[in-house]
């Protein structure tokens, strides 16, 4: 396939100024002239572009997740009667099992979910929060002289909320049982499953990581028990997790109750107890979830997106949307400079405001109708300069991105519900902790905390941590459209706004719009930083993948952007989508190549 790709963009003109997929490498002479790769590859395509696979059409129910074991568990929930939301929640626990490398139980989750009964969106926060025990300034003393809080081990645990975050879901939109729904996940835990591609590379990353900080963690011997006793699980091996069954199955059984209320939650306590942590079997009992509304801003041609409030980043996504839409971006060539400069200083400005503003809402209130005011979106646009970078930006005055891995998925059932659900463990696996016999690790969302006192995002006991994990919806003419999401921290919001540009301005079709190169801006000031922003990059670094052409990266250098060519798709995130044709009712399903994942319907 990539060398199908390199021969298409050597014979492609256009190609010079368009969005081409991440992996089609470019060849080029010293001059720049492209020439032809010797290589010969795969065929053409009959129709649409050469670097895409068709999207997949069916009419009764739609799955993309990112691994194909998960999608035909989740459809095979939808024949035997079960809501998108029954299959989402299938999905998500299989995920958990065959992905751990991104997600799983120990982590939290946001949905936005479409119920066709009341014609609403409805968004849901199952994010944990800080020990209720722990005061800032005890935990300042246990950072032991550290400016910024560690990544791994105990210090940045929060109570995990993707259990309760099911049975939320559940209560209110399932219709088979919770033994039903986890039943195929506890049968592969206990049987086993072949690693897929993708996920046995990020297996060797995460353990080289771990490795190389076994002193921060502490406790790390039933992480390796659980994960690694062979070394990092390679590709086409066969991983099973009895513990992680045996969990399940307790929570298939007695519910959520057991989790954070029982037996589950008193090992929790007594693991966190016996390596030094902070958590407690109080901060599970008092967890919830919070039923959240979605934020919704028109970008053009009846089409709005819609994201979560903070103290996730989703409104980031429609501060640029809102920024955007000030400029007919369909005026260049996809892929031009000029695109990616309007993209890149959009978001730079969004997360200035992201940076200072987005914190747990319960204790650090944002002032989110000035911030996603039209008025405001043309304030902030009229701030970029159309031929250069501009070197700092501020945020707005009125009268908060980190690395992640992270799985996305998004099921719709034949009734016309659509789910789009975001799962995370934070960095990479998480904190390299697993409670004994509990077979899932621990995320360790905490360290997105602020350190700074005055900061919103600041660290306090019983507090969500500001979050980078969104799920996306959109909608065409006031009706549903859209559920789709991407992976990977700060990628996230202008991920999915490049994905909208793709499809709104340039009538990419869903799979193109995943496929397509993107850029991936990063640096400015940070929801952990303080206030002012002390060591922060402000210009940050332009990220494109391979499909961007030579002609526009030195155009944007030009420009004053540094920007950096990645080979891989690592940081530029994991899409999944499913598209509601408003007409028909038939649905559109695409995943993306730089994961594993299936789309598939019936």
């Not at 080029?28 to 290589?39: D, F, I, M, R």
């Not at 039209?374 to 031929?387: M, N, Q, S, T």
């Amino acid at each position: 396939m990539q060398d199908m790709m390199k021969r298409f963009l050597a014979f492609t003109a256009a190609a010079a100024l368009s969005f081409t997929p991440a992996a089609a490498q470019q060849t080029a002479t010293k001059s720049g002239v492209q020439k032809p790769a010797l290589e010969i590859g795969g065929g053409g395509r009959p129709v649409g572009e050469a670097w895409a696979r068709s999207p997949v059409y069916a009419a009764n129910g739609m799955v993309a997740t990112a691994h194909p074991l998960a999608s035909q568990i989740a459809i095979d929930i939808l024949k035997k009667g079960g809501t998108a939301v029954d299959a989402a929640i299938a999905a998500n626990a299989a995920l958990g099992l065959m992905e751990p490398t991104g997600n799983g139980i120990g982590g939290d989750l946001f949905a936005i979910i479409w119920d066709p009964k009341t014609q609403k969106l409805y968004g849901l926060n199952a994010s944990g929060k800080s020990p209720m025990g722990t005061s800032y300034e005890e935990f300042i003393k246990q950072l032991d002289g550290r400016e910024t809080i560690p990544p791994f081990g105990p210090l940045p645990v929060t109570v995990p909320g993707t259990v309760d975050g099911w049975f939320e879901m559940h209560e209110r939109f399932g219709r088979l049982s919770m033994a039903d729904i986890l039943a195929p996940t506890i049968d592969y835990a206990n049987e086993g499953h072949p690693i897929a591609p993708v996920i046995g590379y990020y297996f060797g990353r995460n353990l080289k990581r771990f490795e190389e900080n076994l002193d921060m963690i502490g406790e790390f011997e039933n992480a390796r028990a659980t994960y690694f006793a062979d070394g990092p699980p390679k590709e086409g091996k066969i991983f099973k997790n009895p513990d992680l069954a045996n969990t399940l199955t307790k929570i298939a059984e007695g519910g959520r109750d057991v989790f954070y209320k029982g037996e589950i939650a008193r090992t929790m306590d007594a693991y966190f107890k016996r390596i030094g942590g902070n958590l407690r079997y109080e901060d599970f009992a008092a967890h919830s979830s919070k039923w959240v509304e979605p934020g919704c801003v028109t970008y053009r041609k009846g089409y709005e997106l819609c994201e979560l409030p903070p103290n996730s980043q989703g409104f980031a996504a429609l501060q640029m949307a809102n920024i955007l839409k000030n400029i007919d971006l369909a005026q260049y060539p996809r892929g031009s400079a000029e695109v990616l400069h309007y993209i890149t200083e959009a978001k730079r400005l969004a997360f200035e405001d992201v940076a200072r503003f987005y914190a747990d809402p319960d204790m650090s209130p944002a002032p989110l109708d000035w911030l996603l005011s039209d008025a405001y979106g043309k304030e902030r646009f009229a701030l970029i300069d159309p031929a250069k970078a501009s070197p700092e930006f501020g945020p707005g005055e009125p009268k908060l991105e980190g690395e992640g891995d992270t799985t996305y998925l998004t099921v719709a059932d034949k009734d016309g519900m659509m789910v789009s659900l975001i799962q995370s463990n934070y960095r990479g696996m998480g904190s390299g902790l697993v409670a004994d016999g509990l077979g899932f690790m621990f995320q360790d969302r905490g360290e997105l905390f602020s350190l700074d006192p005055n900061h919103p995002n600041v660290y306090a006991p019983g507090k969500r941590p500001f979050q980078t994990i969104i799920p996306a919806f959109m909608k065409k003419d006031g009706k549903p459209y859209m559920s789709f999401g991407l992976m990977g921290g700060g990628m996230q919001p202008q991920g999915h706004v490049q994905v909208m540009i793709n499809m709104v301005d340039y009538g990419m079709n869903l799979q193109e719009a995943g496929d397509a190169a993107r850029l991936n801006h990063d640096g400015g000031r940070q929801p952990t930083n303080d206030l002012a922003g002390t060591g922060a990059d402000l210009l940050g670094t332009l990220n494109v993948e391979p499909g961007i052409s030579d002609e526009t990266v030195e155009r944007l250098k030009a420009m004053g952007h540094k920007v950096k060519r990645v080979d891989n798709g690592v940081m530029f995130g994991g899409y999944q989508a499913i598209v509601r044709d408003p007409e028909t009712g038939v649905y559109h399903g695409a995943t993306e190549m730089r994961k594993d994942g299936q789309a598939l319907g019936y």
